[in-house]
C-alpha cells in the first residue's frame, strides 16, 4: 500500500503508537534519536504486532526527517513465553529431569533431582550420569539402552541407582534424544521418578500371595 503522504495516525495504530509517534515528534523538534524501544502496534488486518523500532533525525535537501525503523519482534516474544513456561515446568515438575550434552555431560537438573538423588546442582554439571551407578547393571545393560537411543530416539525402563548418601533406589526412567534441523543429536533429557516404595510394596504383595498359595 502506498502511504505518501499518510498521517503517522493512519500509519501507526495500536495501543503503542503514540510511544512512537512522540519519538518521531522529538527527531523532528529536538533533533533526538533512540533505539531498540518496543511497543504494541496494530496491522492492517487488525492484528497485534510487538514491534522494535529506531528513530533517528536526518537531513533530506536541507530539510530535516525522521528515518524509522520497524521491527516485527512478536515471533522473538512468543519464543520468549514458550522458554519462560518451559523453564517454570522444569523448576516445578514433581518428576526428576536432567538435561545433558551430545557427550552425556551434565548440563542441568531441576530441583526435584536434587530431592530424589540428594545431589546439588553444582556436585553434578560438568559430569556424566555415571555419578549416579549402582554397579547393579552391566555394560550389557547400558549398551541396549544406547542402541535403543540411537535407533529410535527414546528409552524407557527402570534402572537401579544410587543417592548421594549411597542408598540404592529404583527409578522409572524416560531418556530422550533431542535433534538439531540436521538430524544431529544436540542433547539427552532424561525424566525419572523414585519408584522404590512401589517396587518394595509390589514384591511385598506377590511373596504374601505366594506364601498363601503355599499354604
Not at 11 to 34: E, M, Q, R, T
Not at 83 to 104: G, K, P, Y
Not at 129 to 156: K, V
Not at 170 to 177: D, K, L
Request: aromatic share 6%.
Amino acid at each position: 500500500q502506498d502511504l505518501e503522504g499518510c498521517a503517522l495516525s493512519t500509519v501507526l495504530a495500536g495501543p503503542g503508537s503514540g510511544v512512537v509517534v512522540d519519538k518521531i515528534n522529538h527527531a523532528f523538534s529536538d533533533g533526538a534519536s533512540c533505539s531498540a524501544h518496543e511497543a504494541t502496534l496494530v496491522d492492517l488486518q487488525g492484528r497485534t504486532l510487538a514491534v522494535e523500532f529506531s528513530v533517528a533525525p536526518i537531513s533530506v535537501g536541507g530539510e530535516r526527517r525522521a528515518q524509522v525503523i520497524l521491527r516485527d519482534v512478536s515471533f522473538r516474544h512468543e519464543r520468549e513465553r514458550e522458554l519462560r513456561l518451559a523453564q517454570a515446568v522444569f523448576e516445578t515438575t514433581a518428576e526428576a529431569m536432567m538435561i545433558t550434552d551430545a557427550n552425556q555431560k551434565i548440563l542441568n537438573v531441576n530441583p526435584a533431582f536434587c530431592e530424589v538423588t540428594g545431589y546439588r546442582i553444582d556436585e553434578v554439571v560438568g559430569k556424566t550420569p555415571n555419578i549416579l551407578a549402582s554397579g547393579r547393571h552391566g555394560e550389557d545393560f547400558y549398551r541396549a539402552m544406547h542402541q535403543t537411543l540411537a535407533d529410535g530416539g527414546h528409552w524407557r525402563g527402570e534402572i537401579w541407582n544410587r543417592r548421594a548418601d549411597g542408598a540404592i533406589y529404583v527409578q522409572r526412567v524416560t531418556i530422550s534424544a533431542i535433534h538439531d534441523s540436521a538430524g544431529k543429536t544436540t542433547n539427552y533429557v532424561g525424566v525419572f521418578s523414585d519408584i522404590t516404595q512401589e517396587k518394595e510394596a509390589s514384591e511385598k504383595l506377590l511373596h504374601i500371595a505366594s506364601h498363601d498359595a503355599l499354604t
